[in-house]
T-cell receptor, first 112, second 114 residues
Framework: GNSVTQMEGPVTLSEEAFLTINCTYTATGYPSLFWYVQYPGEGLQLLLKATKADDKGSNKGFEATYRKETTSFHLEKGSVQVSDSAVYFCALSRGSQGNLIFGKGTKLSVKP | EAGVTQFPSHSVIEKGQTVTLRCDPISGHDNLYWYRRVMGKEIKFLLHFVKESKQDESGMPNNRFLAERTGGTYSTLKVQPAELEDSGVYFC????????????FGQGTRLTVV
């Protein structure tokens, strides 16, 4: 069946450090892939997405590339800020973009 | 424009009681989704409404859970009777076009069953 596996946290980084959060998936067909972010006290927000192989999603300095050959969608940012502290969720769609399978989430804490 | 609104934001109830969660989607969004995150686990899909019809309810855990969306506007999720394992955060999301457009999530309702 379909599933998403992402690296377990928590991840603690210093400001301006490089961030990678690994995400791999198992799916039938060709799902769309997403990263959602949940800032403290807020709901889930779509951070970026990619709908087909080799697509790169990007937003707010974050990037992720849809790699079909490695079934991966790793999230990266070159220089994190304290304001990036949040929980990050990797997800894939099952048909519609609202019908999602999520990973367990990775909590990121960025220290000044 | 108002986003997806859920209430209450928190609810603490005793085992065996009934709780009703409410979700108000973004105006004009026909698609409404319910999800649940149990502590330390993945966010799990519960069901999908298209207007007032249940498109997919494959994620509903058991018959203690009842979701409705009368009139195709707001939705309620009732848990009756609540059990300890129902504790978690319940998220609602809505989208305009299920196939191609982004789903917007609410802040969630944290349910604690004691």
């Amino acid at each position: 069946g379909n599933s998403v596996t992402q690296m377990e946290g928590p991840v603690t980084l210093s400001e301006e450090a490089f961030l990678t959060i690994n995400c791999t998936y198992t799916a039938t067909g060709y799902p769309s892939l997403f990263w959602y972010v949940q800032y403290p006290g807020e709901g889930l927000q779509l951070l970026l997405k990619a709908t087909k192989a080799d697509d790169k999603g990007s937003n707010k300095g974050f990037e992720a590339t849809y790699r079909k050959e490695t079934t991966s969608f790793h999230l990266e940012k070159g220089s994190v800020q304290v304001s990036d502290s949040a929980v990050y969720f990797c997800a894939l769609s099952r048909g519609s973009q609202g019908n999602l399978i999520f990973g367990k989430g990775t909590k990121l804490s960025v220290k000044p | 424009e108002a986003g997806v609104t859920q209430f209450p934001s928190h609810s603490v109830i005793e085992k065996g009681q009934t709780v009703t969660l409410r979700c108000d989607p973004i105006s004009g969004h026909d698609n409404l989704y319910w999800y649940r995150r149990v502590m330390g686990k993945e966010i799990k899909f519960l069901l999908h409404f298209v207007k007032e019809s249940k498109q997919d309810e494959s994620g509903m855990p058991n018959n203690r859970f009842l979701a409705e969306r009368t009139g195709g506007t707001y939705s309620t999720l009732k848990v009756q009777p609540a059990e300890l394992e129902d504790s978690g955060v319940y998220f609602c999301a809505s989208s305009q076009d299920a196939g191609v457009t982004e789903a917007f999530f609410g802040q969630g309702t944290r349910l604690t069953v004691v």
